[in-house]
Structure formats: C-alpha cells, structure tokens
C-alpha cells in the first residue's frame, strides 16, 4: 500500500505545536506580527496573501497588510520596505512575488531587514543556509522536510532527485538536504530544464522531489519502485468546473502512485505546509527579536 502523506494534517500539529510558542511569548509581553506586502492586484497572489492573512488570526499572529499600487514607481515599494523594517510590532513580512515588471524583485528582497526575512530569501540568509547555519529556513524546502520526517523517511545516504533549480524551493531544498545534519545527510541531483534524460535520474533515485511547474512532467515510469514522491507542483490546467481550471502538480498523481511507497497529493500536500512554515519562521524571528527562548517544532 502506497502511504498518502497527509500535509493538511502534518501542517495542523506544527500550527497546534506553534500555539504554544506563541503563548510563551504572550507571558513575555509580545505577540508575534507578520506583514504581507502585495504590489499590484494578480488575483492568485491576492489570494495567497489572504490564505497568509487567515493562517496568522488562527494561530494569534498579529496579521498586517500593505497594498502597493501596480503602476507605482519602485521607490514606494522600497518605501513601504523601510517602514516594516522600523516597525517593532512587525517581526517578520513577505513581499509577495511575482512584483510588476518594472520591479526588480532581487533588489526588492536585498532591501527587507534579514532579521525580519521570513521567506529566507535575502542573500544573507541565503549563505547563513548554504553554510549550515540557516536563520530561516525557505518555507517550501522547510515544508519538505517536515512532511519526510513525518512519514519517518531516513534521509542519511538516499539518493534525492529533485526537478527544478528555482531560488525558492530546488535550490535551498539541494542545499538543505545536503547538509550533515538528521533532515540531512542525502546524495542529491538537481535536475532543470537543460538536464538530458531526465527519466533516468528521477527513476534511480528513493526520493524524487518535482518542483518544476510543468504539470504531470513526472510519471510513474520515471519513478523507481518503493521511491518516495515529493509533488510540489501547483498548477492551473483548463478544465470544466465552475472556475473553468483545477489544480494539478507536476506528478501525474495515479501512475506515480502505482510505483511509490509514499507520495503527496496534490492539493494538501506540499501546500499547508509551505503557509505553516511561514508561520513557523514568523514566531522564529519574534523570539528572536523579542529575546525570548521559545519552543519550535
Ligand atoms: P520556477 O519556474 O521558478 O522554476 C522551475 C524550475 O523547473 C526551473 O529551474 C526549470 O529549469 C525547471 N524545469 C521546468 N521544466 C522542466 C522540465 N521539463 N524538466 C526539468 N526541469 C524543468 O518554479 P518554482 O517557483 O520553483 O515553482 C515550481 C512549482 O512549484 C510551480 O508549479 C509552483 O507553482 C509550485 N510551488 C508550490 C509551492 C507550494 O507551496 N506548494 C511553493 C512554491 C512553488
């Protein structure tokens, strides 16, 4: 039998276990506070954004928002940057992507405060991971890793392959898994769009991570007998339901399922748990900032 890993379920015990570092932080005066910054009106980042908004009133984090106009010069976003990072109450904020065209989302990200860098993307967290001493850990990549050690996956020696080099999750999740560490301690290939026979490394690897925004790309053929699949896939085929689309990842879900021991689904998989380990960073840098030992799961 094939194991589904639940991430609805495995992302509701890290918020439950979060509760209580958000208490010991209430006994010590503060109350952790994330921002949401969104510039211009895309409807999925709006979305998103409300999805971010929601997950912080469940959990007690104080939620705050930000809209920048679309068309606005680069200098009010930069603007609304440097009033998050003197904002006490704020302890960590995201600047949603993708920013407009006209923005350049590298210099955006080098302008947020490290401290208050819950998406891990700033260079300086960048290298702190990449040196084994990660701050904030990228929530996708971190999500990853949560949901392996919840299916009790060892990852010492087993050979990773993950489809994608994005900055967001293939090339922090290389990196993480590479490190001499529990959740660590893997032989990892990252595959991208210039990889020749692609098939043949996802099929020799225990783990196949797909993380490449092309839906079904990784089908039960590519998958090793026994492997662990990893979909971290979200994207909007066209299809006849109400909105006119559904959701599908970049594994074709019953074929891969066929040859796995355990895989995600896609949606409840990889998804809660990328928006729980927002949470989690967010009470990560409260404490943190705030000077108090809290109790991370
Ligand atoms: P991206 O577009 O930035 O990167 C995609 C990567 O995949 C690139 O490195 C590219 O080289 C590689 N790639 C594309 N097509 C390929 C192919 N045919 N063969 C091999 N490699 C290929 O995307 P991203 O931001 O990393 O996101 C990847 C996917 O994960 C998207 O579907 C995105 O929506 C989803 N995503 C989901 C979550 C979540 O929480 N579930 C979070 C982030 C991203």
């Keep these: 039998m094939t194991e589904i890993i639940d991430g609805n379920a495995v992302a509701s015990e890290i918020r439950d276990d979060l509760t209580d570092a958000i208490e010991t932080l209430a006994e010590a005066g503060s109350r952790p506070g994330l921002a949401t910054v969104l510039m211009g009106d895309d409807p999925a980042s709006q979305t998103y954004v409300n999805m971010k908004q929601r997950d912080c009133e469940e959990v007690g984090i104080e939620s705050h928002h930000v809209d920048v106009d679309g068309d606005a010069d680069p200098e009010v976003l930069y603007d609304a940057i440097a009033d998050l990072n003197d904002d006490p109450e704020i302890h960590g904020y995201i600047v949603q992507a993708p920013v407009p065209d006209h923005v350049d989302y590298r210099e955006v990200i080098r302008r947020v405060d490290p401290a208050k860098d819950v998406d891990g993307f700033h260079p300086e967290n960048v290298g702190r991971l990449v040196a084994g001493d990660a701050r904030f850990r990228p929530c996708t990549p971190h999500g990853v890793q949560k949901l392996l050690e919840s299916a009790d996956i060892d990852l010492e020696g ?64 590519m998958i090793g007998d026994g492997a662990v699949v990893i979909d971290v896939g979200v994207n909007r085929v066209s299809a006849d339901t109400e909105k006119g689309y559904e959701l599908v990842g970049d594994v074709e879900f019953e074929s891969a399922k066929a040859k796995a021991s355990a895989i995600t689904p896609v949606p409840g998989g990889v998804g809660p748990m990328t928006r729980a380990m927002l949470l989690y960073n967010t009470v990560k840098a409260a404490g943190l900032q705030e000077d108090v030992a809290v109790d991370l799961p």
């Design 158 to 221: 087993k050979d990773v392959t993950i489809v994608g080099r994005s900055d967001i999750v293939g090339k922090p999740l290389a990196n993480l898994l590479i490190q001499k560490a529990d959740d660590g301690n893997a032989t990892v290939t990252v595959c991208h769009s210039r990889t020749e026979d692609l098939a043949t490394k996802t099929r020799n690897a225990d783990i196949v991570v797909a993380a490449a925004g092309a839906p079904e790309l990784v089908d039960g053929s």
